[in-house]
């Protein structure tokens, strides 16, 4: 089962906050996860992106894919330098 690292809805109705994840594909949005690896708020000015980058580093090195969102967030907060898969 591919493992990816993806976002995870917290907070309440209206007031979303997230949670990035490493977590098998297959799993439920909010469901199970191997680790949490960083959060993200978008409702702040301007928003906060928040990663452990060493585990961040080494969930990326161990081949784990992440979705689109979580790609977008890492190029602009990060600066991981992480490039598209395919």
Not at 13 to 40: L, N, Q, T, W
Request: proline share 7%.
């Amino acid at each position: 089962m591919p493992v990816r690292i993806r976002l995870a809805r917290r907070g309440s109705k209206k007031r979303p906050y997230y949670s990035i994840v490493v977590a098998h594909s297959e799993a439920p949005r909010d469901g199970r996860f191997i680790e949490r690896v960083g959060s993200y708020n978008p409702l702040t000015q301007p928003e906060t992106v928040t990663f452990n980058a060493e585990r961040l580093q080494y969930w990326l090195a161990q081949g784990v894919e992440p979705t689109r969102t979580v790609m977008s967030l890492i190029r602009k907060h990060a600066g991981l330098g992480v490039s598209k898969a395919s």
